[in-house]
C-alpha cells in the first residue's frame, strides 16, 4: 500500500521529541488526539521481535491529559467512569471505561489520582476534555478543567527495568504496576507509572519538564547500548496479540463496555453515580447481543482502513473485522472482530474477503498469547 505524506500544522501538533525521532528513522506517523504519533520504523515485524526480547524508547506524547480539579472534581471523575472509583488511592493509576447516558464508550483513558482534588485523564484517541466541560457545565461543578504541558516518553519491553534502574535506581523497579511516584532528573521531578501500551513490561514517563525530558530521551540511548535501546512506538502486532484494545478501531461510541469484555470495569451493584449506569443495567440484564472475539484468518497479509464483513458458510454477515496484522508467533493473521450472538464461540468457523480473495477464519478467545 502506498504510504502518503501527513502535514505538520498547528492543528496536527509535532512533539517535544519530532525532531529526534525523524533523526532516528520514524518511517510513519498517524494522528492521534490532533497529535503526530509515530507508527513505525522501519519493518513492523522487526520492530515488535525487538520489543519482546529488548527495551524500546517511544514517543508517545500524543496520550494526552485531561486534568480535573477542584472540589467536585471527584464527582466529576465519577460520573464519567462506570468504574468505581470512591476507594482510589493517591500514587495509583485506574484504567476507566467512560461512557454517555445511552452507555457508549466515549473513551478508554488510564485515570492517575494525584490527590484527592486533582487526576489526570491520561486518554485515547477522542476529544475527553469537551465531554468533561460539557459535564462540568450542566452539573455546575466547581472544577478547573484544562489540558497540561505533558509529553509521555514510555520505556517499554523486557530490558526496560535495567535501564530505569541504571538511571532512577531501585526503587522505580519495586514499584507496583499501575502505581506512580516521582522521581527525579536533570534537576526537575518526574511523575512515573509502571505502565504502558505493551504487555512487555515498562514505565511511562510524564514529562512536564521539556529540557529535561529530552535530556533523558537522550540519557536513555547513552546508557542503554548495551541493552539493544531502541526508538519505537506501539506495535500493532504485539498489542493484538495480547488484546490491547484500541479506541477507534476495535470499538468506538457505538459499543458499551459489556460487549468489548470490560465487564470487570463496570460496577452496576454500589452507590456510586456515573452516567448511563441505568441503561448498562437494562443491558446487562438483556444480555449482550455481539461480543468482541480474537479471529484467526488463514493468510499472512492483510490491511485495514475500514470494518470488513465477516460471513458464515451461507454468505450470512455475522460481524466484523475491525483489527488486524500478521503474526510470527501464529505464521497467519490475527485479529479483533465484534460478533453477532451466536457465531461468538471460540470453535465457530467463517469466510472473510480480502482484496478480491476468499479466506477461511476460525473465532478465538481474546488475549491470543
Known amino acids: 500500500m502506498k504510504n502518503y505524506f501527513v502535514a505538520k500544522s498547528r492543528r496536527i501538533r509535532s512533539t517535544p521529541y519530532t525532531s529526534r525521532i525523524e533523526k532516528q528513522g520514524a518511517s510513519a506517523y498517524t494522528v492521534y488526539n490532533h497529535m503526530l504519533l509515530p507508527a513505525a520504523f522501519g519493518s513492523l515485524e522487526d520492530s515488535y521481535h525487538h520489543l519482546k526480547k529488548h527495551v524500546q524508547i517511544w514517543d508517545v506524547a500524543a496520550e494526552r491529559q485531561v486534568e480535573i480539579s477542584g472540589k467536585d472534581s471527584a464527582k466529576l471523575v465519577q460520573l464519567m467512569t462506570c468504574r468505581d472509583l470512591s476507594k482510589s488511592k493517591i500514587g495509583r493509576c485506574y ?8 452507555a457508549g464508550l466515549i473513551n478508554d483513558p488510564v485515570i492517575l489520582k494525584l490527590d484527592n482534588q486533582r487526576w489526570w485523564i491520561s486518554i485515547a484517541d477522542s476529544d475527553v476534555i469537551l465531554f468533561a466541560k460539557g459535564l462540568a457545565i ?91 535501546v531502541k526508538p519505537g512506538c506501539p506495535n500493532l502486532i504485539e498489542r493484538i496479540e495480547s488484546a490491547l484494545l484500541s479506541y477507534g478501531n476495535d470499538m468506538d461510541n457505538n459499543d458499551n463496555p459489556l460487549e468489548c469484555g470490560l465487564d470487570k470495569y463496570v460496577n452496576l451493584d454500589t452507590d456510586i453515580n456515573f452516567l448511563g449506569k441505568e441503561k448498562l443495567k437494562e443491558i446487562k440484564k438483556k444480555g449482550v447481543t455481539r461480543k468482541l472475539m480474537g479471529v484467526k484468518i488463514e493468510t ?30 501464529f505464521d497467519k493473521v490475527i485479529g479483533i472482530a465484534m460478533l453477532h450472538k451466536p457465531y461468538w464461540n471460540n470453535s465457530q468457523t467463517f469466510k472473510i474477503e480480502l482484496n478480491g480473495k476468499r479466506f477461511d477464519g476460525k473465532v478465538c478467545d481474546l488475549p491470543f498469547i
Not at 535506581?169 to 507496583?176: C, D, N, P, Q, S
Not at 512487555?200 to 542503554?224: C, M, N, P, R
Request: with cysteine.
Open 95 to 102: 484504567y476507566c471505561p467512560i461512557i454517555d447516558d445511552k
Open 138 to 228: 450542566g452539573n455546575k461543578f466547581d472544577v478547573k478543567i484544562f489540558e497540561p504541558n505533558v509529553d509521555i516518553l514510555a520505556v517499554q519491553g523486557p530490558k526496560s527495568f535495567q535501564l530505569m534502574e541504571k538511571i532512577f535506581g531501585r526503587k522505580i523497579v519495586e514499584m507496583k504496576f499501575f502505581g506512580f511516584d516521582y522521581f527525579e532528573f536533570g534537576g526537575a521531578k518526574h511523575l512515573i507509572a509502571k505502565s504502558g501500551w505493551s504487555k512487555q513490561g515498562g514505565y511511562e514517563i510524564y514529562v512536564e519538564h521539556t529540557e529535561s525530558g529530552l535530556a533523558l530521551y537522550d540519557k536513555f540511548f547513552e546508557l542503554g547500548n548495551e541493552l539493544n
Open 300 to 329: 499472512k497479509e492483510i490491511n485495514i482502513t475500514k470494518s470488513i464483513k465477516i460471513l458464515d458458510e451461507k454468505n450470512n454477515e455475522i460481524g466484523e473485522l475491525r483489527s488486524g496484522a500478521y503474526s510470527p508467533h
